[in-house]
């Protein structure tokens, strides 16, 4: 079993920049691909981004793409998304997930962070 917490999320002034972190607890982190999602008010849960266990494949949304950054140290048991030049269609709650494939389809993550809101000012 794994456990994620995110931290990271805050404010941000369109055009600026954050890094979201996803600790994981556990010692299998390493055997895991990894996701991260957002949702925002009254909209569906998304991918946003996924790297494999290797951190040798990283898959974007193309809205993302050139703008985020995923990648984790599994030294650590962290996953991370650097978020550059954020518009205001970024605000949503952001969420790690763990599973066995990088997948854009939610329901093949089986383990979930509790989330953090990202809040992108005009």
């Known amino acids: 079993q794994v456990q994620l917490v995110e931290s990271g999320g805050g404010l941000v002034q369109a055009g600026g920049s954050l890094r979201l972190s996803c600790a994981a607890s556990?010692?299998?982190?390493?055997?895991?691909?990894m996701g991260w999602f957002r949702q925002a008010p009254g909209k569906e849960r998304e991918f946003v981004a996924g790297?494999?266990?290797?951190?040798?494949?990283?898959y974007y949304l193309d809205s993302v793409k050139g703008r985020f950054t995923i990648s984790r140290d599994n030294a650590k048991n962290t996953v991370y998304l650097q978020m550059n030049s954020v518009k205001p269609e970024d605000t949503a709650v952001y969420y790690c997930?763990?599973?066995?494939?990088?997948?854009?389809?939610?329901?093949?993550?089986?383990?979930w962070g509790q989330g953090t809101q990202v809040t992108v000012s005009s």
């Open positions: 556990g010692r299998t982190f390493s055997s895991y691909a």
């Open positions: 997930a763990a599973g066995g494939i990088v997948d854009t389809k939610a329901y093949e993550y089986a383990y």
């Open positions: 790297i494999s266990y290797s951190g040798g494949s990283t």
